[in-house]
């Protein structure tokens, strides 16, 4: 496994396609949705696929993302 591979939930997704800006970015979304939704009454899988499907949406900003995790993601563990 090398830099950009990221292990969660039991399986490796692989980010090379990432530059550094995109995984700032992508772990700043994931203490921000942590913090709001990791009270283990959330699916963790679900978190780390909402930073996934907005990063690579081409967001360059987290301002948002807890409402699109709300309308999209927003499913009790």
Not at 27 to 50: R, V, W
Request: proline content about 0%.
């Amino acid at each position: 496994m090398d830099d950009y591979d990221v292990l969660h939930d039991g399986g490796v997704m692989v980010m090379d396609n990432y530059n550094n800006e995109q995984m700032t970015l992508r772990q700043e979304i994931l203490k921000i949705l942590f913090k709001e939704f990791g009270d283990g009454k959330y699916s963790n899988k679900a978190i780390y696929e909402c930073a996934d499907d907005w990063c690579s949406k081409g967001h360059k900003i987290s301002s948002g993302v807890v409402k699109y995790y709300r309308a999209y993601y927003n499913k009790v563990a």
